[in-house]
């Protein structure tokens, strides 16, 4: 009897002993947590992108409270999210525009694209891509295994029929998850006001890009985007024209110089600028700002937009301190001037 027992009471002092010793370590190293943190981690919206730079949302929720991380660093959040973190953290909340992925390729569709092979190995970009180059001639675009589109948790990144990748805009959050998930590198995160972007990433010589591409719309680095920006926002590095948003202003002279439809221009069918006269204080500021030199008029006195010379890139609606400027159909300002 005393056999059994001695190990059941060795036992159940160890226990006890070990017990005492982690309710001990318990109080003595015990660590407080902000309340904040499990307040903000519970209106993140638990998605874990990683597109706030942070390890989850209970890591951002914590870089927040404790090492004072942004509070709009948040994308599928958004704004909403934003004010929701800036008013626990009692701090205001700096305005940050959408951004959204653009994909700077057309092709990767099963019509439009030159092929070497037929890939028939694992259902992966990243493999295709190390294939012999990949399948298709161009070795710099996309590769239509779709990584993109299954790694997007916000069914923003669809499929068309014939293979093409389009981006749903209201949908899309800008968390950079296509982003990296892309092997290629061909999709980027852009300010959504920004509706001008170059549709192409082949680095090759103008001949070979166009031949390569399934499509015939590769960019062939001939320059005219380059010498018809108002703004000096693009310019060609590696054969490849690049634009410098933070300097676009979406006139879409670019796009409509480009011989081979490399860029594409979705502000199209653009829209011209009308002055209402009867609003109009005559301050100079858009005539100052327009880019194409389409507005004309004397201090004081109202002024006019040439629509032949109007570019539609809505810069002057934007700069007029008096909201006198209005973007309407081409063709139209004659009438509103009659009326006016």
């Not at 006001?193 to 001949?207: A, E, Y």
């Amino acid at each position: 009897m005393f056999t059994i027992l001695l190990p059941a009471l060795l036992i159940g002092g160890l226990a006890a002993v070990f017990g005492l010793i982690l309710a001990y370590a318990s109080k003595k190293f015990f660590v407080e947590v902000d309340p904040k943190i499990d307040e903000i981690a519970s209106i993140l919206p638990s998605a874990n992108c990683g597109g706030c730079a942070f390890p989850g949302c209970a890591g951002y929720a914590d870089a927040i409270v404790q090492n004072g991380a942004a509070v709009n660093l948040c994308a599928p959040g958004g704004e909403e999210v934003a004010k929701k973190i800036a008013a626990i953290m009692g701090v205001s909340l700096t305005p940050k525009e959408r951004d959204i992925a653009v994909i700077h390729c057309q092709s990767g569709g099963y019509n439009n694209t030159a092929f070497k092979f037929e890939y028939k190995g694992i259902d992966s970009c990243r493999s295709a891509a190390t294939i012999a180059g990949g399948p298709n001639q161009c070795i710099w675009g996309c590769v239509f295994q779709y990584d993109c589109v299954k790694a997007c948790q916000f069914d923003a990144l669809h499929i068309t029929e014939d293979g093409m990748k389009v981006v749903n805009e209201d949908n899309c959050t800008g968390c950079g998850a296509c982003v990296k998930a892309c092997p290629r590198s061909l999709i980027e995160l852009v300010p959504i006001s920004k509706r001008v972007h170059i549709l192409c990433s082949s680095r090759d010589k103008g001949p070979i890009a166009k031949k390569s591409c399934g499509n015939n719309t590769a960019c062939i680095a001939c320059g005219l985007c380059v010498k018809n920006c108002p703004t000096q926002a693009i310019t060609i590095v590696n054969n490849l024209a690049i634009i410098d948003y933070s300097k676009c202003i979406n006139c879409g002279i670019c796009a409509s110089v480009c011989p081979t439809k490399a860029i594409e221009d979705r502000m199209l069918p653009r829209k011209e600028a009308f002055i209402h006269e009867d609003q109009c204080i005559g301050c100079t500021i858009c005539a100052k700002k327009c880019p194409v030199q389409a507005i004309s008029g004397e201090l004081k006195h109202p002024h006019k937009v040439d629509p032949k010379l109007c570019v539609g890139c809505e810069v002057c609606v934007k700069a007029c301190p008096k909201n006198a400027i209005e973007m309407v159909e081409k063709g139209s300002t004659v009438a509103l001037t009659k009326e006016n």
